[in-house]
């Protein structure tokens, strides 16, 4: 059992050609990846601040400073 391995020549990188999409097409790309990247920042921050309360919250009810009221 072995691989085969078929060595790249550095004249067939240099003259491979990348196809892009039209100039339009690329702004719409690039709107719709911003709006994805501000939309991630927004639950990155929700996030957080839901972090915050929880840990605000658990220290209260460590400490004993807020009481759960408990239905048996």
């Known amino acids: 059992m072995g691989s085969t391995f078929k060595a790249i020549r550095k004249e067939e990188v240099e003259n491979f050609q990348i196809p892009l999409p ?18 991630l920042e927004l639950e990155r921050r929700r996030k957080e601040k839901l972090e915050r309360m929880k840990k605000g919250l658990m220290n209260e ?12």
Request: charged share 45%.
């Open 22 to 39: 039209p100039l339009p097409e690329q702004r719409r790309i690039a709107e719709i990846l911003s709006a994805v990247d501000r939309k």
């Open 61 to 72: 009810l460590l400490t004993g400073r807020k009481r759960m009221k408990v239905e048996e």
